[in-house]
């Protein structure tokens, strides 16, 4: 590999970020050698209730499993995000909100918003949640979804919000999990011009075993458009928000009660709900969200992931608003429009830290540079990068284009599960490598393990399975209802590690390249998917016998979903079957799940024990076909043969 272009620290930023390197260096040993003092110091960021006595206990051994920070302070995390702000900060705007159509906008001051809060916690009250109730939240990006989640955080109830984007049948298996007596709503969604039927997804999501759980929802009117409505179970939100008072008293919260839920594929059939917890959570959100984007007072700051990912949580949310940043909060999509949409959205706020994805990037690159250079996008400061690794070719166009080469790109890595960013540069700090994430923040202990689990020499160049050696306090805390599954899923393979499902490579100088899941995960558009997910989706259709799902390389979406689907021996493939086995994915996970080529498969490639050698599989799909590896070990070796000959027409067609 040829040595990467290393882009130097800024002139212009010299002197103006909270860190230089050796402050970095400094805070970074002290974080290491005493993580006790580190996070002490750091908690203030955030106005406790009751002050905790003690910071860290955690242990990852399996006799004595446990992970708990500051756990016997208490606060309210909505107090933090909020209230706080209102004795220097009430008349700031707290939120741009900025609508699918660019004729819709709304400014929403932190005043405001702490009202809107009370009044909606108060809703909730009304209608009998109470502290650890959970409460699914399945809304676009409008004002609501800010307002009910930050309402949940007050009263004590654990949110767990559902991607917009997901079908019925994923929205009623994740209110199943949770148990989830109570849902907040839309009519309809509006992106790139179109509705989303919200409601209505809702209802059928009722049809199946989530009927008897949901007893109630609210919901916000977005469009006005047509939907179903069940008197006593359905109600407006603005008709409830006439009802109820405008204060609403705090719930004192334990650090260590929950926060949120929040689904994520893994390698099994089922998504994980993932948990976090108050106090760890939200000092390491609001501490990565200060550093990383060198947050400052009067900064604009603009994370452009929905609210249904992590990122939306900790980034949207949680870590500016509990810093008093003044965030936007976009509806659409950025070719809606045209692709200056995201341009023009930064000039007409001002936007100074821009937060996006590869596949955004991407997708624009392909709309060519017209529509950037039209823009003048001279009040950004910082760029930064998430949920999949930066291709250089995208990560230099967005330095150039986008940044006019005076913005350094934060490429952060992290997951649902470490909820916040745990690898990253620094501004005024790191000199950037286009793909590399760089160094680990504070108290972010990474280390690389072969399959042995034997830990590759530090400060050395490895490649091997990304680690991390010790607890962070955004961690989270178990798999809701499942924590024999959360310390098989994380902290088995390696005992005493917690691991990231990651692999990952360390060049000379320390720096980390994330080279993508070693698990049965892919990453496609930055969004996690099991691939067990998709199958047992092709699987329901009855003329499929099996099918394999495995990633390949994809233009914009970094990862593609390529299926081989096996089907009933008189069953004949065609066109119409295709169609229909998409549709199904669709149905069943969202449209995010859609498989990009289905492969007919007369068989698929097993060992003589009848696991799938999915290592072949994801050779064929990448067009690898000259280095398939060793094949003698297959229960029938010729399967490839077909394989590769079907792969052929799969491709063309
Ligand atoms: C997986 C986590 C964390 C928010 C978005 C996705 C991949 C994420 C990077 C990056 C390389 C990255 C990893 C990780 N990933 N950020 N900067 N460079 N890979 O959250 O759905 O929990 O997915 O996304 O593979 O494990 P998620």
Not at 205 to 218: D, E, S, T, V, Y
Not at 396 to 406: I, K, Q
Not at 454 to 481: C, F, H, K
Request: aromatic share 10%; with cysteine; charged share 25%.
């Amino acid at each position: 590999m040829s040595e990467p272009k290393l882009y130097p620290i800024h002139n212009h930023l010299k002197g103006k970020t909270f860190f230089t390197a050796e402050k970095y260096q400094r805070f970074y040993n002290e974080s290491i050698e005493n993580p006790e003092a580190f996070w002490a110091k750091e908690a203030c960021r955030l106005d406790w209730m009751q002050p905790f006595t003690k910071v860290k206990n955690t242990s990852y051994h399996k006799e004595d499993f446990h992970i708990r920070w500051y756990e016997d302070g208490t606060l309210n995390a909505c107090y933090n995000c909020v209230d706080r702000h209102l004795k220097d900060k009430g008349d700031q705007v707290a939120i741009f909100w900025e609508g699918d159509n660019p004729e819709d906008s709304r400014t929403i001051t932190y005043k405001e918003l702490h009202q809107e809060i009370s009044k909606f916690a108060n809703v909730l009250r009304m209608h009998d949640v109470h502290k650890g109730d959970r409460v699914t939240i399945y809304l676009p990006m409008i004002p609501e979804a800010i307002i009910a989640i930050l309402a949940c955080a007050r009263i004590g109830a654990i949110h767990s919000v559902v991607f917009a984007g997901f079908s019925a049948e994923s929205l009623e298996g994740r209110i199943f999990d949770c148990d989830s007596h109570f849902l907040v709503t839309a009519d309809e969604g509006v992106r790139g011009g179109k509705k989303i039927p919200l409601k209505k997804n809702v209802e059928e999501a009722l049809q199946g075993k989530a009927a008897h759980i949901l007893k109630k929802m609210i919901v916000v009117k977005r469009t006005g458009g047509d939907i179903p409505w069940q008197e006593k179970r359905d109600f407006w939100y603005h008709e409830e928000m006439d009802k109820v008072a405008i204060d609403c008293p705090l719930e004192e919260m334990g650090a260590e009660d929950p926060l949120f839920i929040l689904y994520t594929s893994g390698s099994t059939g089922k998504p994980k709900g993932v948990l976090h917890t108050t106090g760890g959570y939200l000092v390491y959100a609001a501490l990565t969200h200060q550093y990383v984007f060198d947050y400052h007072p009067g900064d604009i700051y603009w994370c452009t992931a929905d609210i249904g990912w992590v990122t939306g949580h900790t980034y949207s949310i949680y870590g500016p608003l509990a810093n008093g940043a003044t965030i936007v909060l976009f509806e659409g999509v950025p070719q809606y429009p045209d692709a200056s949409r995201f341009w023009k959205i930064v000039d007409k706020y001002k936007v100074t830290i821009f937060y996006t994805a590869p596949t955004v990037i991407r997708s624009l690159m392909r709309e060519g540079t017209d529509f950037v250079q039209k823009t003048s996008r001279a009040s950004l400061r910082i760029l930064g990068s998430v949920g999949e690794p930066i291709n250089p070719e995208a990560w230099e166009w967005y330095y150039d284009n986008v940044g006019n080469g005076r913005c350094p790109i934060m490429d952060t890595w992290w997951q649902t599960e470490t909820g916040g960013i745990l690898i990253s540069a620094l501004p005024g700090v790191t000199p950037l490598k286009p793909g590399s994430a760089t160094f680990p923040l504070f108290g972010v202990k990474p280390a690389l393990v072969n399959h042995k689990g034997q830990i590759i020499e530090n400060n050395s160049e490895a490649e091997g399975n990304l680690v991390l050696l010790d607890s962070w306090p955004g961690q989270m805390r178990t798999v809701y209802g499942d924590q024999e599954r959360f310390i098989k899923t994380y902290f088995t393979d390696f005992p005493g590690m917690y691991f990231s499902g990651d692999g990952a490579r360390r060049d000379k100088e320390g720096n980390y390249w994330i080279t993508g899941r070693v698990d049965d995960v892919i990453n496609v558009s930055g969004h996690r998917l099991g691939t067990a997910e998709v199958e047992s989706a092709l699987d329901a259709h009855p003329k499929v016998v099996e099918s394999a799902v495995v990633g390949f390389p994809h233009d914009i979406k970094g990862q593609g979903i390529y299926a081989f689907v096996t089907l009933h021996k008189k069953e004949p493939p065609s066109e119409s079957l295709r169609k229909e086995l998409i549709d199904l994915v669709r149905r069943k996970i969202g449209a995010i799940a859609t498989p990009d080529r289905i492969q007919w498969a007369s068989g698929l490639p097993k060992t003589r024990s009848g696991k799938i050698m999915r290592r072949i599989l994801r050779k064929i799909a990448a067009n690898e076909l000259e280095t398939l590896g060793d094949i003698s070990t297959l229960a029938d070796p010729l399967v490839v043969d077909d394989l590769v000959k079907n792969h052929k027409y799969t491709v063309s067609a």
